[in-house]
């Protein structure tokens, strides 16, 4: 290990969160280094670059609000932008702000072990660098660490084995025969790149989901003139809303519609895209038979776009309510799904058996392959920060507490692991979310704690065991007033023995943005802080 790097802050991750944080503590006059694993900034949009990748929140929403001058300048081609421009942008952000001199690329982080006597974390990389700082603050992304499928024989496969979050550029698919798993929000988005080139694709779909039309366009070129005087206020809307989004649901509750206003008003809400479905009624999240009268419409557009009847039953989605697992947004992927080229196998009626060295077995057929593609999703909302070995107080490690479901105060703090904070981390309204807004707030809070504990004289501040658990408690049962928790869904953590912790906060963006806000007044409510100076004497008298 080399000599530590003593600075004030160390951030971990350089997507959309770590980028901002660190512009924030800089302009605070803070010390600060990004440590992150990619060869490049932009996170998620970094790793994410397979056929298809595109965000499902319109880009103009889906972006920084903290500079008036980056909005003025920066104009998206599309409603809902490519990875490739999201990356662009991204990358512009980290230029203009001029980041890059204090973010360390293809560096991991290994471990973080809280220094007791100083108050601080002594933090290792994989390359032997090490810092010694007095906030670590975690930016790795609630969606970051691909979680790799058991699949039998997987092993003996000869072929490419691509995963979406870890794609090569160089593959090339086209005229071969691919083999693809998972059909959750990326899966929808590759299959309907894929089939297009593939001589073969064959689809392994586990669970059906929702997916609707992403309602997709080009903006038009003076979008952005119309836009601007606008912004401020769209922007602030977004901020005290449920979702993080410019608009909320409509009014009403889709029981009290007469079936004829209610397709009416579904088709409406479906035409507007993704976003548009859920916020079709206000209650069709909280009410089981509302809801069952949107999943009905969604299915019979199944049935309407997808030609042959079998297929359309294996992509219909029963057993669980819409929305309560992620809402997919769909290009193409219907489409696909009429191609001569492209299979659907289910597997849970016709389960793998055997991967060979260029095909895949399934009970009732096998399926020749060059190329495998998994599409199987993360360890969401917990895996990038069980990732490293980060030992709190007395030696306590988060990877074998959060084993047993992860608990934050705030989604923020972790009692037990003092000047550390998640960005968007489990308890907060994250990955239910637009997930810039709540990164934004974030990030903000962060800032304003730091600043105001280096004002105060304060050198570490600490979640209370009591406020981490009645904020946990009061987030489940938030959770289960809504619809939710009815569904198996990657949302869902579990405790060892077997209960369900449902990781994103559903209580709202705003109402959330609310708490925080009321924390911070009341001088950190539930947090406990320690001056230097206590330090001090705490060391003096121990030495
Ligand atoms: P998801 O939504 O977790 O999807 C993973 C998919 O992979 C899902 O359909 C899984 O089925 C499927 N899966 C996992 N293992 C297998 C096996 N062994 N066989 C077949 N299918 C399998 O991850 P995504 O990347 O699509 O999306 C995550 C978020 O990232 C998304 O919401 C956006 O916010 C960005 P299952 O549902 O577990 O039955």
């Not at 690329?105 to 100083?118: F, G, H, P």
């Not at 496969?157 to 929000?185: P, R, Y």
């Not at 039953?313 to 219907?334: A, D, Q």
């Not at 074998?400 to 037990?416: F, I, K, Q, S, T």
């Amino acid at each position: 290990m080399k000599k530590p790097r003593r600075l004030d802050a160390l951030i971990v991750g350089a997507g959309f969160a770590g980028l901002y944080m660190l512009h924030k503590l800089r302009q605070d006059g803070f010390t600060t280094q990004v440590v992150e694993k990619g060869s490049g900034v932009g996170g998620t949009w970094f790793w994410n670059r397979y056929p298809g990748a595109r965000c499902d929140i319109p880009s103009i929403e889906y972006s920084y609000s903290f500079d008036a001058e980056l909005e003025a300048e920066w104009r998206w081609s599309e409603r809902y932008a490519a990875q490739p421009e999201i990356l662009r942008y991204l990358e512009h952000v980290a230029e203009r702000f001029d980041l890059r001199r204090d973010i360390a690329l293809q560096t991991l982080v290994t471990s973080a072990r809280w220094q007791e006597e100083e108050g601080r974390w002594l933090v290792e990389t994989d390359g032997g660098d090490a810092y010694d700082v007095q906030f670590l603050i975690l930016a790795t992304g609630a969606l970051s660490e691909p979680k790799q499928p058991d699949i039998p024989g997987l092993e003996n496969f000869e072929g490419q084995v691509l995963h979406s979050a870890m794609w090569d550029d160089s593959a090339d698919l086209a005229g071969k025969n691919v083999c693809h798993f998972g059909t959750g929000s990326t899966g929808i988005q590759v299959v309907g790149e894929v089939a297009k080139v593939a001589k073969r694709l064959t689809v392994f779909q586990r669970t059906p989901n929702f997916a609707v039309p992403a309602g997709n366009h080009p903006l038009p070129q003076d979008y952005l003139e119309d836009l601007l005087p606008r912004y401020p206020e769209l922007r602030e809307r977004a901020r005290t809303s449920p979702l993080g989004w410019f608009h909320g649901a409509w009014e009403g509750s889709a029981k009290a519609d007469d079936p004829e206003a209610r397709e009416k008003r579904l088709e409406k809400a479906w035409k507007a895209g993704t976003t548009g479905l859920l916020q079709a009624y206000e209650d069709l999240l909280f009410d089981e038979e509302s809801n069952s009268y949107a999943a009905d419409f969604a299915r019979r557009k199944i049935a309407e776009l997808v030609d042959d009847p079998e297929t359309a039953r294996k992509l219909t989605p029963h057993g669980y309510p819409m929305g309560s697992r992620r809402l997919c947004t769909e290009v193409n992927f219907y489409e696909a799904m009429n191609r001569d080229n492209v299979a659907l196998v289910d597997v849970r009626e016709e389960p793998v058996v055997d991967v060979t060295a260029r095909s895949v077995k399934a009970e009732k057929g096998e399926y020749p392959a060059d190329v495998i593609i998994l599409a199987t999703g993360f360890d969401a909302c917990v895996g990038a920060i069980k990732a490293i070995d980060i030992r709190g107080r007395d030696g306590r490690s988060i990877r074998d507490e959060w084993d047993n479901g992860p608990r934050a105060y705030l989604g923020l703090a972790v009692e037990g692991f003092p000047n550390m904070f998640t960005i968007t981390g489990p308890g907060s309204p994250s990955v239910l979310s637009n997930v810039v807004v709540s990164i934004e707030q974030h990030v903000e809070w962060v800032a304003r704690c730091t600043a105001h504990m280096r004002s105060a004289g304060q050198q570490v501040i600490e979640a209370t065991a009591e406020a981490e658990t009645a904020w946990m408690e009061h987030a489940h049962e938030v959770a289960h007033s809504t619809l939710f928790p009815r569904a198996s869904s990657w949302y869902q953590g579990h405790t060892k023995d077997g209960r369900q912790v449902f990781m994103p906060y559903v209580g709202g963006v705003g109402a959330y943005r609310a708490k925080c806000d009321e924390v911070a007044a009341k001088g950190y409510e539930g947090f406990l802080m320690e001056s230097s100076t206590t330090m001090r004497t705490k060391d003096a008298v121990a030495s």
